[in-house]
């Protein structure tokens, strides 16, 4: 059922926008058709799909030539980058803004025929891995300027015309942000403030609104900014994606935002009073934005695991260096168990991180399957991940973990950041979708077969009728569901044969998937209408989900890998088969949880703290934050701020 949109008042903002609404215009934004199968999709359904990425596909030939050939070149580039001066500076120096210009950086991802390199997804994950481990802030740059900021949408969405013209200025170094979040809207997009009202000739909008948190913002050329335009006769209005110049009469940069890490990130908070749009830079129809902007993200949320993949490559280097070379109690603290257990962590997460990463950027390229899933997992599993791995790094480097690289480097040893590592990392549990909101996202996307035909059944405000049907509709389903969940290949000892001494590990995913949909099945019975608020069991099912994605990925790499890439012995096999026995110890920790967890008892607990009968617990400390509301409040209308707005290079 279609929601309505929240009513505006002027840059006000929406009305009252209630629990029910906000979750209304969240479905109507998404994806809801299938045309193409997703391996991931069919995990939660309990089917192990293994012909949708097994045998591994390639890049061709001539992808692979360019992508290698670009590859040197860049890393050549990287090589000569301080990232430490990034770190002092707080901002990306203007020479390697050129130099990556010169490299054509800016465009890896835009066709040639639109003056870009057209690397596709594999090589461009590859080229942010590489540049991330030079400077995680340069990687940010280039992420958000290609895989949220104008080149994906346009490319995706824009018409031809838009293409020619802005897609060249990308490509030739012009840097693009993207401009959703605002002060009091983040995850909730019912609550969007900012308006995009149309002229009375309909030739162009007017936009009014403070966006927060704009990656890029401060430095960039172009922006997309996401606006509601207001419903009126014939015009359905909605939250609508335009592009627009960031010299633009109106646009004034307030503030420069600083965080605990990306300390190069030119991120701020972007106010937009009076600025004229031309209607020809819409994107898409009106009401399009927050569909185009989740689409958008399917892929352009690969980019993040890219730059875990390169942490955790990094970290597997430095722990394996440093663990050989410190000796404590007689030994070198690699070869004690407790640091041995850390070390294997790294190096199996790692491999397991690229395999992932590798099998859906190369499906985003093939075009063969619908990745949605697959992206928000990686998203989702590598961040996590990669923020433990760096935390287990720091413990590993003991007191020089926590020592910064500049005061390692002044005392005359190797400045190893691994503490800004750490730092840097954090912020990818939050971007681009929190971890929580990732759980809800890929939670909606596993239960869809079921909505699809039981969700008029735990509707409390479904129509007689619509049940009715419903009821017909779910038994059909799962009376040839149902059954197919008992048993499977996972039962036979000889299945998965070819992937020798990896196959036991494909029969537990098979059996675990069976599992995890009777499960999910279980719990939508049990709790029904209630489902959508049980988020501690949601976020666990989609966990499961996460790591059996992960193991069919590094088990189907590692067979590839050990076929085609000799030099590498048994490695990957013993990666492989070390990563899944970690892997299903979590999995079996978190079947565990869904039935036995203190999700009932946290929530009490939580409303209890937040209505403040347990204040006497905060007594005898002092509060060392500085002055002001916790959400500053935003005034529609000019700036009365100096605009800092910079371009860069």
């Not at 890219?306 to 663990?323: F, L, P």
Request: aromatic share 6%.
């Amino acid at each position: 059922m279609s929601a309505p949109d929240t009513h505006t008042t002027g840059t006000g903002g929406p009305e009252e926008v209630d629990e029910r609404r906000s979750r209304a215009v969240a479905e109507q934004a998404r994806e809801s058709a299938w045309h193409r199968p997703g391996f991931a999709k069919e995990l939660y359904l309990g089917r192990l799909r293994l012909d949708l990425i097994h045998p591994l596909t390639r890049p061709d030939e001539e992808t692979r030539r360019r992508g290698e050939e670009f590859l040197g070149r860049l890393r050549d580039f990287c090589a000569g980058i301080d990232s430490q001066r990034v770190e002092r500076e707080e901002r990306v120096p203007d020479e390697v803004v050129r130099g990556l210009r010169e490299l054509g950086a800016f465009g890896m991802k835009i066709p040639a025929e639109y003056g870009g390199l057209g690397l596709g997804q594999v090589y461009y994950n590859r080229a942010l891995a590489l540049v991330g481990s030079a400077s995680p802030a340069i990687g940010a740059l280039l992420s958000a300027h290609q895989s949220i900021g104008v080149p994906q949408p346009v490319a995706m969405f824009g018409t031809e015309e838009q293409k020619r013209e802005f897609l060249p200025r990308c490509a030739g170094g012009a840097i693009s942000a993207f401009l959703l979040t605002e002060p009091d809207v983040g995850s909730d997009p019912a609550r969007l403030r900012a308006t995009a009202t149309p002229s009375e000739d309909g030739d162009e909008y007017v936009l009014d609104g403070v966006k927060l948190w704009t990656t890029n913002g401060v430095v960039a050329d172009l922006l997309v900014v996401m606006a509601r335009v207001p419903e009126g006769p014939g015009r359905r209005g909605g939250v609508t994606a335009f592009v627009v110049e960031g010299d633009s009469p109106g646009i004034t940069v307030e503030r420069r935002n600083r965080f605990m890490g990306l300390r190069g990130l030119e991120n701020g908070l972007t106010r937009l009073y009076g600025v004229r749009v031309p209607a020809a830079n819409r994107i898409g129809a009106e009401g399009q934005g927050l569909r185009i902007a989740l689409s958008t993200l399917n892929t352009g949320r690969l980019s993040l695991p890219a730059m875990c993949v390169g942490a955790g490559k990094w970290a597997t280097k430095v722990a394996r260096e440093w663990s050989r070379e410190r000796v404590q109690w007689g030994r070198p603290v690699g070869r004690h168990e407790e640091i041995a257990k850390k070390i294997s962590y790294i190096a199996a997460t790692t491999y397991a991180m690229e395999a992932m990463l590798d099998l859906a950027g190369q499906m985003a390229d093939d075009a063969r399957n619908d990745i949605r899933v697959e992206a928000a997992i990686a998203k989702l599993w590598a961040s996590e991940h990669a923020y433990a791995i760096a935390d287990e790094l720091v413990q590993i480097r003991g007191g020089r973990g926590f020592e910064t690289a500049g005061s390692l480097a002044a005392r005359g040893e190797r400045g190893i950041p691994a503490e800004q590592l750490l730092r840097d990392l954090r912020i990818n549990r939050v971007f681009e979708g929190s971890t929580e909101i990732m759980h809800l996202l890929i939670a909606r996307e596993a239960v869809d077969a079921h909505l699809s035909v039981a969700g008029d059944l735990i509707d409390p405000e479904a129509e007689p009728a619509d049940r009715a049907r419903a009821l017909a509709r779910a038994g059909g389903f799962y009376a040839s569901w149902l059954p197919t969940l008992a048993v499977g290949r996972g039962q036979v000892p000889s299945a998965f044969g070819e992937f020798g001494p990896l196959a036991a590990h494909l029969r537990y995913v098979e059996r675990a998937c069976r599992r995890l949909a009777r499960s999910t099945f279980y719990g939508m019975s049990r709790w029904q209408g209630r489902m959508e608020v049980k988020q501690g069991f949601l976020a666990r099912i989609v966990d499961i989900g996460a790591e059996l994605f992960a193991m069919s990925a590094v088990v189907v790499r590692a067979r590839d890998d050990a076929d085609t890439r000799p030099e590498r012995g048994t490695g990957p096999l013993e990666l492989a088969d070390v990563f899944c026995r970690q892997s299903r110890l979590r999995v079996e920790a978190l079947f565990e949880g869904l039935w036995s967890n203190t999700d009932t008892v946290d929530g009490k607990l939580s409303r209890r703290v937040m209505d403040d009968a347990y204040t006497w617990l905060e007594e005898g400390v002092v509060d060392p934050s500085l002055p002001g509301p916790l959400i500053a409040p935003t005034v529609p209308g000019p700036s009365g701020e100096e605009n800092l707005h910079r371009r860069m290079g």
